[in-house]
């Protein structure tokens, strides 16, 4: 695969406090995503990074931010974590050949 | 982007042929399709893709039809780990900027003892 690795795997939190969720690559790949999984929405785009300090909005960017100081890592924070956060998020990174993109394992986030 | 339309849900019977319809009526001459699924709890899976000639690889067939308005995933001999979300979107392999990934919900395939 493409060498995603999401940190943490699980996590719960308390309403209120603030979470960062790492993803990181070892491959290089210029485009990285955050994307949110909720039972009946299917996968929804958070955010997503063009390059080192390129990032723009997705459908669901309300209570987010990311950043992304080098090609490796893209963070995810939830700068107030509620428990509409609670979800499981994937971080997925565009492949340079035509096979589209390769997707991290996930992280269970529970919000309380 | 092109958006596609799947229905929300199948099922088919264990060992026989699964077939997946998507439309994507917008589509542009740039634009690939791709399929990928996913098994519960787990990371979207890559399955295939292409432009506009049909494509088999070990996982599955793609055809798209002539105009490319639509094309059908084929699981050839489902089994039960195939029951999974299988989402087909529309995108443009090389482009260079903003490239949103969007997806649908999907279809969501169960296979039948």
């Known amino acids: 695969d493409a060498g995603i690795t999401q940190s943490p795997r699980h996590k719960v939190t308390e309403t209120g406090t603030p979470v960062t969720l790492r993803c990181h690559q070892t491959?290089?790949?210029?485009?990285m995503y955050w994307y949110r999984q909720d039972p009946g929405h299917g996968l929804r785009l958070i955010h997503y990074?063009?390059?080192?300090?390129?990032?723009d909005k997705g459908e669901v960017s309300d209570g987010y931010s990311v950043s992304r100081s080098k090609t490796e890592d893209f963070l995810l924070t939830l700068e107030s974590a509620t428990s509409s956060q609670t979800s499981v998020y994937f971080c997925?990174?565009?492949?340079?050949?035509?096979?589209?993109?390769?997707f991290g394992s996930g992280t269970r986030l529970t919000v309380v | 982007d092109a958006k596609t339309t799947q229905p929300t849900s199948m099922d088919c019977a264990e060992g026989r042929a699964a077939n997946l319809p998507c439309n994507h009526s917008?589509?542009?001459?740039?634009?690939?399709v791709y399929w990928y699924r996913q098994i519960h709890s787990q990371g979207p899976q890559y399955i295939i893709h292409?432009?506009?000639n049909n494509e088999t690889n070990e996982m599955a067939s793609l055809i798209i039809t002539e105009d490319r308005k639509s094309s059908t995933l084929i699981l050839p001999h489902a089994t039960l780990r195939d029951t999974a979300v299988y989402y087909c979107?529309?995108?443009?392999?090389?482009?260079?900027?903003?490239?949103?990934?969007?997806f649908g919900p999907g279809t969501s395939l169960s296979v039948i003892p």
């Open positions: 997925a990174i565009k492949n340079r050949d035509s096979a589209g993109y390769t």
């Open positions: 990074s063009y390059g080192v300090k390129d990032t």
């Open positions: 979107i529309v995108r443009e392999p090389m482009k260079t900027s903003y490239d949103k990934v969007i």
């Open positions: 292409g432009l506009k």
């Open positions: 917008t589509i542009s001459g740039n634009e690939y």
């Open positions: 491959e290089n790949h210029r485009y």
